[in-house]
């Protein structure tokens, strides 16, 4: 194991320990391959998965695994119009399984998210069964400042944060 792989991996077991004081269950993959195996492991075959959007669902597969599976899944990009999209918003609070990303995460076990129009949020605080969030090494940082540094300069365009806000220190 080299230098970067070992560094994720202490780092990462200092941010489960603090998920574990916030009442969140966190594991630790070596690549996109095994978070994949590590989602699919904890929702039952069957189940209702909804998702709210997230590129780190999409780029490590879960998305294609999560279609191609024995899964109801609860698309909003499926919805063609308003009544539509507020039918599958609502499927989406009641599912058995949420799929999403975070914009950040700090060594402290806080989550920082900014949400266009709250459907990752609301999911992330009420409703679905279980949350499962997909985050990268890339997401992990050492505090709240650096979070919303984060969000600013990386994870959202700027024009995306006008008239949004934030919340930080989520537990679940």
């Known amino acids: 194991m080299g230098f970067k792989e070992k560094t994720y991996e202490l780092t990462a077991k200092t941010v489960i320990a603090n998920l574990a004081k916030r009442n969140m269950e966190g594991f630790y993959c070596a690549d996109s391959k095994e978070a994949v195996k590590c989602a699919l492991s904890l929702m039952e075959r069957g189940a209702a998965v909804a998702w709210g959007g997230s590129e780190s669902v999409k780029e490590c597969g879960l998305m294609e695994?999560?279609?191609?599976?024995?899964?109801?899944?609860?698309?909003?990009?499926?919805?063609?119009?308003?009544?539509?999209?507020?039918?599958?918003?609502?499927?989406t609070a009641m599912s058995d399984y949420y799929?999403?990303?975070?914009?950040?995460?700090?060594l402290d076990g806080e989550l920082v998210n900014i949400d266009g129009n709250g459907n990752r949020l609301a999911s992330l605080?009420?409703?679905?069964?279980?949350?499962?969030?997909?985050?990268?090494?890339?997401?992990?940082?050492?505090?709240?400042?650096?979070?919303?540094?984060?969000?600013?300069?990386?994870?959202?365009?700027?024009?995306?944060?006008?008239?949004?806000g934030s919340v930080r220190g989520l537990s679940c």
């Open 125 to 164: 605080i009420h409703g679905p069964k279980c949350v499962i969030i997909i985050a990268g090494m890339n997401k992990v940082v050492s505090d709240v400042e650096s979070a919303y540094k984060r969000v600013k300069t990386e994870a959202c365009q700027e024009t995306s944060l006008r008239g949004y």
């Open 65 to 91: 695994a999560v279609k191609n599976g024995d899964y109801e899944l609860i698309d909003r990009s499926a919805a063609l119009a308003p009544q539509e999209q507020r039918a599958l918003f609502a499927r």
């Open 99 to 106: 799929l999403m990303g975070t914009n950040a995460i700090t």
